[in-house]
């Protein structure tokens, strides 16, 4: 068994994951593994995660999404900590064994770090980077370090889009786990074009779907404990 | 009587029976049934509310407790610094705006503030995954 499993859900992302790869690979860490899930990238992704090192483990399969990609990656992770990372970020040089000594010190669940984005070079012209250079600390898989057991004690992934943070982490909070707030930057996350575009409070419609996702959950979890308790 | 968001990080959105309402700079998000669902829309459109209401309450087995459930609606998320009143020229009631409405579904809505969520709403706004790929590419 591994110490660590790196997850990183993949999806035509040729042109950054060998940076992300190597970001991941620069850690202090000597028992880990990464694994890419390739979501059915119509481009060179595979070619380069097979390529980008022998300690990479790369599992494809049709275009599912985020979540589902995610989900294959846990079942076939092998450590007892997992991390997550999209195809595009960077790790902090110091990310590890930093936020594992933190978790393990607090004997937490789970922690997530701070994270800071940054503009995608081809972008440098038409941006200001100071747009969006800033530290902050945000609820998200990238940043996430999180026991393995939990993961498996909450169940399957909840399916539900690409804000997909918030049922996971209202899940979290709905099992008693608490997830402890690691005060480093752990995590760059790049900046496209088109993500600049949700900047300025463009509706975030995927957000309302998804609270309502964990108001049903919750409800139907109301509703059979009164089932349970008093018969239907 | 109008009314129009005061912040462009506030969003309403109807899902199925819900209006779900997130003031992402705080991390809140409101819930609401029954007539919400009409209000928030005609609102938006920028409807009087006085006429929403008095053609509301016209479906209401009770108008008088119909309207002043709809004040203290609107008042919530005056209140809350959601919404803020404005006079102008409205725009006309849609036509059939109620129509295939029940009166059932029409009951008088009351406004749930939930604050659980506002570690986890309080998000990076900049980060998304993309249908046609992770990240999208920049358009050339």
């Known amino acids: ?232 | 009587m109008q009314y129009v968001l005061t912040s462009k990080q506030i969003s309403g959105e109807i899902i199925d029976d819900e209006l779900i309402v997130i003031d992402l700079d705080r991390g809140l998000y409101f819930t609401s049934k029954g007539a919400a669902l009409p209000l928030w829309t005609s609102m938006l459109a920028g409807c009087d509310v006085d006429a929403l209401k008095a053609e509301l309450a016209t479906r209401s087995d009770d108008p008088s407790q119909f309207i002043a459930a709809v004040d203290i609606w609107f008042a919530t998320f005056v209140e809350q610094g959601i919404l803020r009143p404005i006079e102008g020229i409205s725009a006309p009631l849609p036509d059939g705006f109620l129509e295939g409405v029940s009166a059932r579904e029409l009951h008088a809505p009351t406004a749930e503030v939930h604050r659980d969520l506002a570690d986890i709403l309080i998000y990076d706004p900049v980060h998304d995954f993309e249908e046609i790929g992770w990240p999208k590419q920049p358009k050339a």
Request: charged share 20%; aromatic share 8%; net charge negative.
């Open chain 1, 1 to 232: 068994m591994k110490s660590l499993s790196v997850i990183i859900p993949c999806f035509n992302a040729e042109a950054y994951l060998g940076e992300t790869l190597d970001s991941i690979q620069a850690q202090q860490l000597s028992d880990f593994e990464i694994i890419v899930l390739d979501d059915g990238s119509t481009d060179r992704s595979v070619e380069v995660a097979r390529c980008h090192s022998a300690g990479v483990k790369v599992i494809q399969q049709t275009n599912q999404g985020p979540s589902a990609a995610r989900q294959a990656g846990i079942a076939a992770a092998s450590g007892e900590l997992l991390a997550f990372c999209d195809a595009d970020d960077v790790w902090a040089a110091d990310r590890f064994p930093a936020q594992a000594d933190f978790l393990l010190k607090f004997g937490a669940s789970a922690c997530c770090g701070m994270s800071q984005s940054f503009l995608t070079p081809e972008l440098q012209t038409q941006h200001t980077s100071d747009q969006v250079l800033q530290s902050e600390y945000y609820r998200t898989f990238s940043a996430l370090l999180i026991r393995r057991k939990v993961i498996e004690h909450i169940g399957r992934l909840p399916d539900n889009g690409p804000d997909i943070h918030i049922p996971f982490f209202a899940r979290l909070q709905d099992h008693g786990i608490e997830v402890l707030q690691f005060n480093q930057v752990v995590t760059f996350r790049r900046v496209h074009a088109n993500n600049l575009s949700r900047q300025g409070g463009a509706p975030f419609s995927g957000y309302a779907r998804a609270i309502k996702g964990v108001l049903e959950d919750r409800r139907e979890q109301a509703r059979a404990q009164i089932v349970e308790k008093f018969g239907s």
